[in-house]
């Protein structure tokens, strides 16, 4: 089983589209959960920090079910500019902070 | 805002050569990484670095990489002696808390000819 796993798409939805990605992780013992985003040849920029109570930015919406080892990220309203691969990513289990990296779920939004 | 960097942004070298990439932090992180990606895969996790020491190393970083925070700004990764494989995109990326959040350098592009 991939250590954190997530469908690659791509999702391909028009302008002001609602649109959410999952994510699963195996290691039950990861402490910490990001959403990143990537543009194409880029760094991975930081979207958000997940938390088990949920948490929002704007319209970005963030869930963490740690007894199913689950992680979701919502995106409301979206903007051509939203268009990127998204990250899911979590924290190994050895207390030196290494992050582990989905595959990305890449997103087209559409005029 | 402050952010990390990274030089050169693309290097191209041929296979057996040295390379050097290098990454200013942060200035108050205290959690060093490198991670690589190799084009169209995910991003993968090279070594970690706190207190001026290896805290934790990948299954790729073997021999022929090495890591150094020289000066207390910069922080470098070496490969001694390239391969064609090690062709990818190079991250640096630093935090301020062991499980925290990340932020990561624009990248060094690595050819190996």
């Known amino acids: 089983r991939k250590e954190v796993e997530q469908d690659p798409g791509p999702f391909n939805v028009p302008e002001g589209a609602t649109v959410a990605f999952n994510c699963t992780y195996s290691?039950?013992?990861?402490?910490?959960f990001f959403w990143y985003r990537q543009d194409c040849r880029k760094e991975p920029k930081l979207l958000m920090s997940?938390?088990?109570s949920g948490n929002e930015d704007g319209r970005f919406t963030a869930q963490l079910n740690r007894a199913s080892q689950y992680i979701s990220l919502l995106i409301r309203d979206s903007k051509l500019s939203d268009s990127a691969t998204y990250l899911c990513v979590v924290t190994g289990s050895s207390n030196t902070g290494k992050l582990i990296f989905g595959q990305g779920t890449t997103l087209q939004v559409k005029p | 805002e402050p952010e990390v960097t990274q030089t050169p942004s693309h290097q191209v070298t041929q296979m057996g050569q040295e390379v050097i990439l290098r990454c200013v932090p942060i200035s108050n992180h205290l959690y060093f990484y490198w991670y690589r990606q190799i084009l169209g895969q995910k991003v993968e996790f090279l070594v970690s670095?706190?207190?001026?020491?290896?805290?934790?190393k990948s299954e790729i970083f073997d021999d022929q990489f090495s890591v150094e925070r020289p000066d207390g700004s910069n922080f470098t990764l070496k490969i001694r002696s390239t391969k064609l494989e090690d062709s990818a995109m190079y991250f640096c990326a630093g935090g301020a808390l062991r499980d925290g959040e990340q932020f990561f350098g624009p990248g060094t592009r690595l050819t190996v000819l």
């Open positions: 290691n039950s013992a990861s402490q910490s």
């Open positions: 670095f706190y207190n001026n020491e290896i805290s934790e």
């Open positions: 997940v938390y088990s």
